[in-house]
């Protein structure tokens, strides 16, 4: 989680501030927590020194003049390398492959249920098919459009 504060309502307002911080600190125990001061370039040096003094942990940054941005990228890329953004969740961007997860996983339980239910085979063969084509639509073995194509030329006579 990136908090980003402003640097001067951090400083006019340093109550509120250290409390949605602690807020955000018991909230989420268990997760990564980055927070950054921003627009530092426009409060005095005994500010900065202020806050600095209360949020050592904090990344100090001025966006407009890219101040402390090197920093921030570091800081994230170490987060990025260690591991620790990562939550062993799988993210699925495109909506095709979802639907093919989602109907992979649907087969999968069929079968399941099948097992279970003691089926032939045969009835387990056309579920487990099933599966197996919609995980060939993510690797690419598995073309939808030429698979549809080849269906319609081999079982159906199209002539002149």
Known sequence: IVYLV?????????SETARYWKDIQERYPNTQLLMLINKIDTLPKASIAQLQQRYPQALYIAAKTKTGIDSLQQQLLQLVAKGNLSNNETIVSNSRHFEALQLAYKSIQAVKEGVDAELSTDLLAIDL??????????????????????NIFS????GK
Not at 155 to 158: E, M, P, Q, T
Request: aromatic share 6%.
């Open 155 to 158: 079982n159906f006579c199209i």
């Open 6 to 14: 402003d640097g001067e309502e951090a400083v006019a307002n340093t």
């Open 129 to 150: 098919h099933e599966c197996l084509r919609q995980l060939g639509v993510l690797t690419g073995e598995f073309d939808v459009d030429k698979d549809i194509l080849g």
